[in-house]
């Protein structure tokens, strides 16, 4: 199993990005994808998931301003980050699950990572 994430980098505060995640190796419509971010010393946060194909959580902190979202037919989730914040900042892990999870403790699989930093 392979989780290939990509699309981060430096933005402003209020500006966008759209991660990626393009998953091998397992049947993608059965899992439920989400993201994860990490920032130094800290643990592993959920940040927005998938219970099956089509309803979606979002942490607390990023309801409003990120949407999760997947297209089964390219094997493929992305995360649109709106309205960033210095707070953001984080590297951005994909994941897949057999069971639907907001704990990085239960995820089945993990993607490499992709770092977003928020800074003028």
């Known amino acids: 199993v392979q989780l290939q994430a990509s699309g981060g980098g430096l933005v402003q505060p209020g500006g966008s990005l759209r991660l990626s995640c393009a998953a091998s190796?397992?049947?993608?419509?059965?899992?439920?994808m989400a993201w994860f971010r990490q920032t130094p010393g800290k643990e592993r946060e959920f940040v927005s998931a998938?219970?099956?194909?089509?309803?979606?959580y979002y942490a607390d902190s990023v309801k409003g301003r990120f949407t999760i979202s997947r297209d089964n037919a390219k094997n493929t989730v992305y995360l649109q980050l709106n309205s960033l914040k210095p707070e953001d900042t984080a590297v951005y892990y994909c994941?897949?699950?057999?069971?639907?999870?907001?704990?990085?403790?239960?995820?089945?699989?993990w993607g490499q990572g992709t770092q977003v930093t928020v800074s003028s």
């Open positions: 190796g397992l049947t993608f419509s059965r899992y439920n």
């Open positions: 994941a897949a699950a057999k069971f639907f999870t907001t704990t990085h403790r239960t995820v089945d699989y």
């Open positions: 998938f219970s099956g194909s089509f309803n979606t």
